[in-house]
């Protein structure tokens, strides 16, 4: 949507970082970080960037953020990247974030109101990778790395100040350890399959972004210990069904994190992204009998009806169908990968970074 909006009002503070900082406190306008003060001058900066590189204007509305339905205007997400300490031109990706977030399959308000610990999960792939340095290797989602950093910590002051409202932002039973941060780049130079926006029909040169509604990745290591690639597989396959996982019941879209020495074993051994896939959906099940009864009644009524004639040893798969799994290569050496499981009724969902009349940006890295 691109819809104009009325003249901004600009707000006079104390020329002070202490005394900006201190009203944006008390309005529960930050993630408990100081910011950079949004001033005229700075968020004019971002939004030229935009204009002059994607045609897109400080007025125009990117998407509307639930819960509160607001317009996730150029500026507005200008505003808070300045806040987060982003660089100009890491706007393009926050606007296609923005875009992909506000898709009603992704279902944001699940995200925003629900006490299901998840969190914004953006996986870039292509040219933009490098053109703004993304991290993609070592430390992926860790710390001291700007454009990683700030361009997450950007998404969820818009996620809060936009999208949010007071009592519905946050209410997470115990809240994100992974949250800060969230935005990192797939290893393509070590994937031994198609990259990501390859496998969903995109051109190798042409940018994205996937996002995730991702929870706290649960770490695999099978500490260099597989002898082939199905040794691997099985690993993987036991590693990730357990019944305080949601996707075991077959619904949602697990994420497989693959560090590259685990990707390049898989890939030399034979199989190809879509084995990976089928092997884990086959064999990565739960047992049936296992799983206490009261938890059964957590299931969607068409899981109850299908799983009410089936015994004990039936095996739950980790999602509805092959298909529904995601595989990405991450990180740098050594024998750890991640299994992300994701909220139920949410889709992960993937955007090109484009101009606003929709043509393709492609840019050099």
């Known amino acids: 949507m691109h819809t104009e909006q009325p003249q901004t009002q600009f707000l006079e503070l104390e020329n002070s970082w202490e005394a900006i900082n201190e009203w944006f406190f008390e309005r529960d306008m930050t993630d408990g970080l100081p910011i950079v003060p949004p001033t005229e001058a700075r968020v004019r900066a971002m939004t030229d960037y935009v204009e002059d590189t994607l045609g897109w204007l400080a007025s125009d509305a990117v998407a509307t953020l639930a819960p509160k339905r607001a317009l996730a205007t150029v500026e507005k997400i200008a505003a808070n990247a300045v806040m987060a300490g982003c660089k100009p031109e890491y706007m393009p990706l926050l606007i296609a974030c923005v875009q992909a977030i506000g898709d009603p399959r992704f279902n944001l308000d699940a995200l925003q109101t629900s006490t299901h610990i998840t969190s914004l999960l953006p996986v870039v792939n292509g040219p933009m990778r490098k053109a703004i340095d993304l991290n993609y290797g070592y430390n992926v989602t860790g710390s001291r790395w700007r454009s990683t950093a700030t361009i997450g910590r950007a998404l969820r002051l818009i996620m809060a100040n936009v999208g949010g ?201």
Not at 172 to 199: D, F, K, S
Not at 224 to 234: H, P, R
Not at 254 to 281: N, T
């Open 165 to 365: 409202t007071p009592g519905s932002i946050n209410i997470h039973t115990q809240g994100h350890i992974g949250r800060y941060e969230h935005c990192m780049a797939e290893n393509e130079e070590e994937n031994p399959w198609e990259p990501l926006h390859v496998e969903r029909g995109f051109s190798p040169d042409l940018s994205t972004v996937t996002v995730f509604p991702a929870c706290p990745a649960a770490m695999i290591d099978e500490r260099g210990g597989s002898q082939n690639a199905k040794d691997l597989l099985k690993v993987f396959a036991l590693s990730i069904p357990y019944v305080g996982n949601r996707n075991t019941n077959g619904e949602g879209q697990p994420l497989l994190i693959l560090c590259p020495q685990h990707a390049r074993m898989l890939g030399e051994g034979g199989y190809s992204k879509a084995d990976v896939k089928r092997f884990i959906w086959e064999r990565g099940r739960l047992r049936f009998g296992d799983i206490p009864p009261g938890i059964l009644g957590s299931l969607s009524k068409t899981l109850q009806k299908f799983y009410a004639d089936v015994g004990p040893d039936y095996g739950i798969p980790i999602a509805d169908k092959p298909e529904d799994i995601v595989i990405v290569v991450m990180g740098g050496k050594g024998t750890h990968s991640l299994s992300v499981q994701t909220p139920l009724h949410c889709e992960n969902i993937t955007v090109p970074i484009a101009r606003k009349d929709g043509a393709p940006w492609l840019i050099q890295a």
